[in-house]
T-cell receptor, first 110, second 117 residues
Framework: GDSVTQMEGPVTLSEEAFLTINCTYTATGYPSLFWYVQYPGEGLQLLLKATKADDKGSNKGFEATYRKETTSFHLEKGSVQVSDSAVYFC?????????FGAGTTVTVRA | GAGVSQSPSNKVTEKGKDVELRCDPISGHTALYWYRQSLGQGLEFLIYFQGNSAPDKSGLPSDRFSAERTGGSVSTLTIQRTQQEDSAVYLCASSRGPAGIQNTEAFFGQGTRLTVV
C-alpha cells in the first residue's frame, strides 16, 4: 500500500538556521503530496501541496518540490523563526486516502 | 460551519465504558475521514466516508470500533468497552470532492482527546 517515510526528530535549531525535513513516499499511482503542520495546542493545518511531478509548493517561506525520480518531497525553509516550532507531517493522497508520515517535531530556539 | 467541529474536545472515561465522538464536517463536504493520533505516533487512518457510506473501514482497529454518518453530514465514532490503549487524540477531517479528486484539501478538526482510566 501507499506509505510515507519522513525524517525522525526531534529537530532543534537556532533562529535563522536552515531547516530541511526529508520525506519519501511509496505509491502505486500518481499521488498528490502535502505538508501539514500542527502548532502547539492547535489542530492540523495544510502548509503546502504539490499535485504533479516537478511542482513546487510554497507557503510562509517553506518550500517543497515533488520529485518523481527520487519519490521525495523534502520540506525546506531558509531562515526559521521561533514561531515555526511545530510538528510537521508529510502526507500523500492517492485516490481518496490521506496517508501520513510519523511527524517531525521541530523546536526553534531564540 | 466555518470549519470542522469535533466534540467533546476532551473525554475521560473508565475502562470498559462506551464512548461516542462527534464530528461536524464543513457544510457541503462529501468526504469525511477519521484518524487516530497516539502519543509520539503519526496519524493512523481509521475510516473514510463518501456521503453516508463507508467504502474503506480498513483502519478500524477492532470490532469495538464503529462509525456512522447520517444525512451526508455529522459522523459519530463509537468505541465500545474502551481499553487503556484506546487513549489517543481522535481527529476528523472533511474534504469537498468525491473519491478520485486527488488535489482536494482535507480540513481537520481540533480533535477529541480521549483518556481511558
Amino acid at each position: 500500500g501507499d506509505s510515507v517515510t519522513q525524517m525522525e526528530g526531534p529537530v532543534t535549531l537556532s533562529e535563522e538556521a536552515f531547516l530541511t525535513i526529508n520525506c519519501t513516499y511509496t505509491a502505486t499511482g500518481y499521488p498528490s503530496l502535502f505538508w501539514y503542520v500542527q502548532y502547539p495546542g492547535e489542530g492540523l493545518q495544510l502548509l503546502l501541496k504539490a499535485t504533479k511531478a516537478d511542482d513546487k509548493g510554497s507557503n510562509k517561506g517553506f518550500e517543497a518540490t515533488y520529485r518523481k525520480e527520487t519519490t521525495s518531497f523534502h520540506l525546506e525553509k531558509g531562515s526559521v523563526q521561533v514561531s515555526d516550532s511545530a510538528v510537521y507531517f508529510c502526507a500523500l493522497i492517492d485516490d481518496y486516502k490521506l496517508s501520513f508520515g510519523a511527524g517531525t517535531t521541530v523546536t526553534v530556539r531564540a | 460551519g466555518a470549519g470542522v467541529s469535533q466534540s467533546p474536545s476532551n473525554k475521560v472515561t473508565e475502562k470498559g465504558k462506551d464512548v461516542e465522538l462527534r464530528c461536524d464536517p464543513i457544510s457541503g463536504h462529501t468526504a469525511l475521514y477519521w484518524y487516530r493520533q497516539s502519543l509520539g505516533q503519526g496519524l493512523e487512518f481509521l475510516i473514510y466516508f463518501q456521503g453516508n457510506s463507508a467504502p474503506d473501514k480498513s483502519g478500524l482497529p477492532s470490532d469495538r470500533f464503529s462509525a456512522e454518518r447520517t444525512g451526508g453530514s455529522v459522523s459519530t465514532l463509537t468505541i465500545q468497552r474502551t481499553q487503556q490503549e484506546d487513549s489517543a487524540v481522535y481527529l476528523c477531517a472533511s474534504s469537498r470532492g468525491p473519491a478520485g479528486i486527488q488535489n482536494t484539501e482535507a480540513f481537520f478538526g481540533q480533535g477529541t482527546r480521549l483518556t481511558v482510566v
